[in-house]
């Protein structure tokens, strides 16, 4: 797509055009046989013959601009359930703006903002703002989650109801970066977002067996001399929490697993029947705790990297559906939260920007998961989870005629050295710097209307 086809008119070269229609010529739908797909009028309006068309071609509304997709993958938008974006309150670290700049960038097309921004995103007012920050900066749909508990801290449930009749439209709830630990409260919000078909997104630690917790309990930890953080306290809060929402018959979304066990007690739970989903980042599915043996900050994360073993166990569950999504957890973090000594150094990573590349490189080369399987997980599974009407009943059918022409065009080929300089998110925290990774995202539109083209923001 470097090149716009030979066929496009010098009056629409590629990002600039102002045209409203736009043939992705021999694009390969979710990585199947070229075609060329039309996008008009905001949804995929035509499928035709691979590489029968052309500027001025026939049936083309006016100022369709032609781009050379050849060997390209079409993709739905992807969905993140897990972004970080720090506005309000942390505008030196990210964003609205320069978060879905990178989202968009990335490949996404929705990103649902966590809630602990300062003020903490617990009443109407503050996820309203987050979501008229996301129509005003118009890179990606911004859905705003909102806080289970007052100022997220964990003893008083706040107005879920307000925030889900409110213009934002809120589904998703979470208290992240905290847990909710209280059994009766997380009873309680589990039960009260059934009335709107909410979700309660928890993020698994037990407080108490993580006090002064630095990286992950085991072989590593003991050797560096620092203070574990158990995989039992993610494990044990995932089962109260499966067990809870059994009770009372309501939805739980797991963030960010990151252990076997966890994988192991959620594959139980979905075997009861029970309304629990499931998130993994990139992170966890490739890097380990040994990491930490550089003293990095770069490293440190909440829930910590793990071990090999975890990792391979959070793959298996991703392939067969145990895990039912990936998730960035993109934590953007200002460089003196970051450059400074590991205890002091806040834990969190970026990852919209490489997420995608991170989900090539230990899923789809491996053979782990085909396009359409990229697909349900990054895209489908997400937004089902939080609620979003676009929710195709089958993958293909999110990028067929009459689909929102919400799509991401992705080369898988070629690999990139990850520079921390060239990302567009405000900070700087990738634990992949000087890391090579495959693939790029090309183009990205939403609702017909690029966002991103050639690789850059439009
Ligand atoms: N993941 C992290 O290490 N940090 C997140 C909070 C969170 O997702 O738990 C953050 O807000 O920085
Ligand atoms: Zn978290």
Known sequence: MTTPAAETSEETPVGRSAGTSWVLRRVRPLGGDPVDVVLAD??????????????????????????????????????DLHTHLREPGREDAETVASGTRAAALGGYTTVFAMANTNPVADTAG???????????????????????????????????????????????????????????????????????????????QEPRLTENAQMNEGTVAARLGLPGWPAVAEEAIIARDALLAGHVGSR????????????????????????????????????????????????????????????????????????????????????????????AARPGMLGLETALSVVIETMVIPGRLDWAGVAERMALA??????????????????????????????????????PDALASRSRNTPYAGRSLPGTIRATFLRGRPTVLDGKIV
């Not at 035709?48 to 050379?68: C, E, I, K, N, W």
């Not at 705003?144 to 589904?171: I, Q």
Request: glycine share 10%.
């Open 42 to 79: 905001g949804v995929v309006a035509a499928w035709r013959p691979a590489g029968s068309t052309h500027a001025g071609a026939g049936g083309l509304p006016a100022g369709t601009t032609v781009l050379d997709t050849d060997g390209l993958i079409l993709l739905p938008g992807l969905v």
């Open 126 to 204: 503050v996820v309203e703002q987050v979501w008229r920050l996301g129509l005003d900066a118009g890179h990606c749909d911004v859905r705003p989650v909102g806080a289970v508990t007052v100022g997220l801290a964990g003893e008083r449930l706040a107005e879920l109801g307000a925030m889900a009749s409110s213009a934002a439209g809120v589904r998703v709830f979470s208290d992240d970066g905290h847990c909710v630990s209280d059994a009766l409260l997380m009873r309680r919000a589990l039960e009260y977002v059934k009335a709107f078909d909410g979700v309660i997104a928890q993020h698994a």
């Open 252 to 343: 739980l979304h797991v963030c960010h697993v990151s252990t076997a066990g966890s994988v192991e007690i959620i594959r139980w739970a979905k075997a009861k029947g029970w309304n629990v989903t499931a998130e993994v980042t990139p992170h966890h599915l490739l890097l380990t705790d040994d990491l930490v043996c550089s003293f990095d900050p770069v490293y440190k994360v909440n829930p910590p990297l793990r071990t090999a073993e975890d990792v391979a166990a959070l793959r298996a569950g991703l392939a067969d559906g145990t895990i039912d999504c990936v998730a960035t957890d993109h934590a953007p973090h200002a460089l003196e939260d970051k450059e400074t000594e590991w205890a």
């Open 382 to 419: 997400p937004a089902r989870i939080g609620g979003l009407p676009r929710t195709a009943a089958e993958v293909w059918s999110s990028i067929a005629v009459g689909a929102p022409a919400t799509v991401t065009l992705l080369d898988p080929a070629p690999w990139r050295m990850v520079e």
